[in-house]
């Protein structure tokens, strides 16, 4: 079975840009969530969507905002761009059965640089 | 907010030695998970441990969820260079929709 995957890998923008970020989840899997890594802020959440609604929301600015599309796959997208947003953007499914444990599979991330 | 403690932050070890790394919380977690991280990769999912004194053997790797589920361990033996990464746990919280918190990591490097 195929992992997530993530495109695209690497993206550099200038500040005041706007970018989308696309991930593709695992086969018959309908959460995915969105996370920003960065070295001093380690592994932050930004938000999960499960069969097309946000379901959760991190403590991110309104700038960053993303969507889910009905074959599981989602973009997300951060306008405005500020040096501060370069990072790690990973993305990661999961297949979230009802009582059981939430185990999220990663995809390698996309390394947005912002100048 | 949940908070999840990892410590140590760093660890420099030769291979062969032991090692432990600890992930501590004040709060209940309904699952506990472990991640490792290579460089420039996406964080890989090691084992989920659920019930409270769970212990789980992944080959050299050992994990161990406390009885009152606020805290987890890893302890790898006879560390190999393979082993080398950021090591990440995350616990689920059913009261907050099953969303990850996770720690702030511990970077292990082991040296030939």
């Known amino acids: 079975k195929a992992g997530v995957t993530q495109t695209p890998r690497y993206l550099i923008k200038t500040r005041g840009q706007q970018v989308t970020l696309s991930c593709s989840p695992i086969?018959?899997?309908?959460?995915v969530s969105w996370y920003q890594q960065t070295p001093g802020q380690g592994l932050q959440f930004l938000f999960e969507?499960?069969?097309?609604?946000?379901?959760n929301k991190g403590n991110f600015p309104g700038r960053f905002s993303g969507r889910q599309f009905s074959n599981s796959r989602s973009e997300m997208n951060v306008s405005t761009l500020e040096l501060g947003d370069s990072a790690l953007y990973l993305c990661?499914?999961?297949?979230?059965?009802?009582?059981?444990?939430?185990?999220?599979?990663f995809g390698p991330g996309t390394r947005l640089t912002v100048t | 907010t949940q908070l999840l403690e990892q410590s140590p932050q760093f660890l420099s070890i030769q291979e062969g030695e032991n090692l432990t790394v600890y992930c501590n919380s004040s709060s209940v977690f309904s699952s506990l998970q472990w991640y490792r991280q290579e460089p420039g990769e996406g964080p890989v999912l090691l084992v989920t441990?659920?019930?409270?004194?769970e212990v789980k053997k992944l080959k050299r790797l050992t994990f161990q969820f406390g009885d009152a589920r606020k805290d987890s361990s890893l302890h790898i033996t006879a560390a190999q260079t393979g082993d080398t990464g950021l090591y990440l746990c995350?616990?689920?919280?059913?009261?907050?929709?099953?969303?990850?918190?996770f720690g702030g990591g511990t970077r292990l490097m082991v040296k030939p």
């Open positions: 969507y499960f069969s097309e609604t946000q379901r």
């Open positions: 990661a499914s999961s297949l979230y059965l009802a009582g059981g444990p939430y185990e999220q599979y």
């Open positions: 086969s018959g899997h309908r959460s």
């Open positions: 995350a616990g689920e919280d059913n009261n907050a929709g099953n969303m990850l918190t």
């Open positions: 441990v659920v019930t409270g004194g």
